[in-house]
């Protein structure tokens, strides 16, 4: 279909998020809570952001991809949460068709970076206890630059591939999404074309950009778990599994939950269901990575100590 077609066929001019609408009575409570977990997640990893690029002792391969998952995950924040907050503020629902394929496009972009992302730090661990004499060796400088760049330049091509792909639907009515941020789902389900083709790419897309990086995160994992055990200290071994596990259960929760999101059939009794899923990786896992990658961390711990009393010093002199 040509683009003078598609315009002449495209009747919507804008969109309607329902979010939560359905839930009226608890309005301000949500809101309340969105608003605690923005800031908390802001703080958290704007601090971690901080620390790491302010500290030199922090200049290492783990700690280079704890920055970028900070950074990564404060835009991801800033996509999705204020635009919900205002909404439950003031109650407008309505965002034009660019505004809310441009939030489709940056969700994308930062979704499949991340995935990518914790499969890099997955490997970054496994290197450091599984391979620990040639681990300066294999991750220099050059290597996680190169690591950090495939992981980004992927969310970048598999959004733009699928954004594109949506873009030239024809939405003729209705116009409302089920939904509280413009995601392709409930996008192309309003689309009034033949959407066959572009949900098949879309399920090719959620398989390619999460199943491998899922199963490289698996396998660094297992491969750690394995050498932990054979480490003779019943001290280091539970220190080891505590850290593994943590990492585990937000590994576990961001690609559980956008697993189940994209790959679940498209049904109407799933809607409501996917909705909550949503709320995983979009709210909950970028609150609680600063907290268990970063902020358990002895390290980065002393290092805010340190940092805390030079500001105390220095605004008491």
């Not at 923005?38 to 952001?49: E, K, P, Q, R, S």
């Not at 699928?162 to 413009?182: A, M, R």
């Amino acid at each position: 279909m040509g683009k003078k077609e598609r315009d002449n066929q495209t009747m919507v001019t804008e969109f309607i998020l329902i979010g939560f609408k359905t839930l009226p009575e608890v309005q301000v409570l949500l809101f309340m809570l969105f608003l605690v977990i923005y800031l908390v997640t802001m703080a958290g990893n704007l601090l971690i952001l901080v620390v790491v690029v302010a500290d030199q002792h922090l200049h290492t391969p783990m700690y280079f991809f704890l920055a970028n998952l900070s950074f990564l995950e404060s835009c991801y924040s800033s996509t999705i949460l204020p635009k919900m907050l205002s909404r439950l503020l003031t109650g407008e629902r309505s965002l034009s068709v660019r505004s809310c394929f441009t939030q489709f496009f940056i969700f994308s972009c930062l979704g499949g970076a991340e995935c990518y992302l914790l499969a890099m730090m997955s490997y970054d661990r496994f290197l450091a206890i599984c391979k620990p004499l040639h681990y300066a060796t294999l991750m220099n400088g050059r290597l996680c630059m190169q690591l950090a760049a495939v992981s980004w330049v992927s969310g970048v091509l598999v959004s733009t591939c699928l954004v594109w792909k949506v873009w030239w639907l024809s939405f003729c009515g209705p116009n409302q999404i089920d939904h509280y941020f413009c995601d392709s789902p409930p996008i192309i389900k309003l689309s009034c074309s033949d959407t066959l083709l572009v949900e098949l790419t879309a399920l090719i897309f959620a398989c390619v950009f999460t199943l491998p990086p899922f199963l490289l995160t698996l396998t660094s994992y297992v491969c750690i778990i394995v050498t932990v055990l054979r480490i003779p200290s019943t001290t280091g071994r539970r220190k080891a599994f505590s850290t593994c596990s943590s990492h585990l259960t937000v590994v576990a929760l961001f690609y559980g939950s956008l697993m189940l999101v994209y790959m679940l059939p498209r049904s109407e009794d799933l809607i409501q269901l996917k909705k909550v899923f949503s709320l995983f990786y979009t709210v909950l896992t970028p609150l609680v990575n600063p907290l268990i990658y970063s902020l358990r961390n002895m390290e980065v711990k002393e290092s805010m100590r340190k940092g805390f009393r030079r500001f105390i010093f220095y605004i008491t002199t």
